[in-house]
């Protein structure tokens, strides 16, 4: 139902900023919520970010106070902006659909992007 593809990932210096994009394709975009993983290397991948179908956030402790996350309905856009970036932020990003329950856990759908690779190093 729904395509993803994810860009602007890169190397920065920590302390850094980069922005990530999440370009949807396909159906009923906006009634998905939408989330941001990361994987680094020998680590699970963990939830980042999500965002409602309305527009509501919610964040990771470790990430907490420098990313954030939104989303632009129009151009079926999902972002994520970090800042102050630090080396342990070093891992593949990668883009999902799903959905978030009343009690604000998020459920992803088997619906991601192939990842963008950030490296946070001096």
């Known amino acids: 139902q729904v395509q993803l593809v994810e860009s602007g990932g890169g190397l920065v210096q920590p302390g850094g900023s980069l922005r990530l994009s999440c370009a949807a394709s396909?159906?009923?975009?906006?009634?998905?919520?939408m989330a941001w993983y990361r994987q680094a290397p020998g680590k699970q991948r963990d939830l980042v970010a999500r965002?409602?179908?309305?527009?509501?956030?919610n964040y990771a402790d470790s990430v907490k106070g420098r990313f954030t996350i939104s989303r632009d309905n129009a151009v079926n856009t999902v972002y994520l902006q970090m800042n102050s970036l630090k080396p342990e932020d070093t891992a593949v990003y990668s883009c999902?659909?799903?959905?978030?329950?009343?009690?604000?856990?998020?459920?992803?759908?088997?619906?991601w992007g192939q990842g963008t690779q950030v490296t946070v190093s001096s």
């Open positions: 396909g159906s009923s975009f906006s009634g998905y919520a």
């Open positions: 965002i409602s179908s309305a527009g509501g956030t």
């Open positions: 999902n659909a799903g959905r978030i329950n009343y009690r604000g856990s998020y459920f992803p759908y088997d619906y």
